[in-house]
């Protein structure tokens, strides 16, 4: 099992920029994706953004694309989020998520029932 805990939510306006954490400890060896999803009141969980821990190669959601960018730190078992350019409909929870699960295709990431391990989620608001 992993353990996942996010930080860096909080509070911005519309046009500004929050990085999140992700610190992952226990079976992170186990670890083969590092995704990112978000859920707004009322709404569903989705995905934002995810990148294949030994390759690094990433995937993002299209309302994302170009503001989002999503990082990690092998040494620290640490994946990041840069969230540029805010938008009031970005306002969320933000959860992290870990996969023990090999697939060939980025799409399959892109899938809550594709993790594992979640983290309790951190808040961000961003206000027009």
């Known amino acids: 099992q992993v353990q996942l805990v996010e930080s860096g939510g909080g509070l911005v306006q519309a046009g500004g920029s929050l990085r999140l954490s992700c610190a992952a400890s226990?079976?992170?060896?186990?670890?083969?994706?590092m995704g990112w999803f978000r859920q707004a009141p009322g709404k569903e969980r989705e995905f934002v953004a995810a990148?294949?821990?030994?390759?690094?190669?990433?995937n993002y959601a299209d309302s994302v694309k170009g503001r989002f960018t999503i990082s990690r730190d092998l040494a620290k078992n640490t994946v990041f989020l840069l969230m540029s350019s805010l938008k009031p409909e970005d306002t969320a929870v933000y959860y992290c998520a870990a996969s023990a699960r090999y697939y060939s295709g980025n799409s399959y990431y892109t899938r809550s029932n594709s993790y594992d391990s979640w983290g309790q989620g951190t808040q961000v608001t961003v206000s027009s």
């Open positions: 990148m294949r821990w030994g390759s690094g190669g990433t």
């Open positions: 226990g079976r992170t060896f186990s670890n083969y994706a």
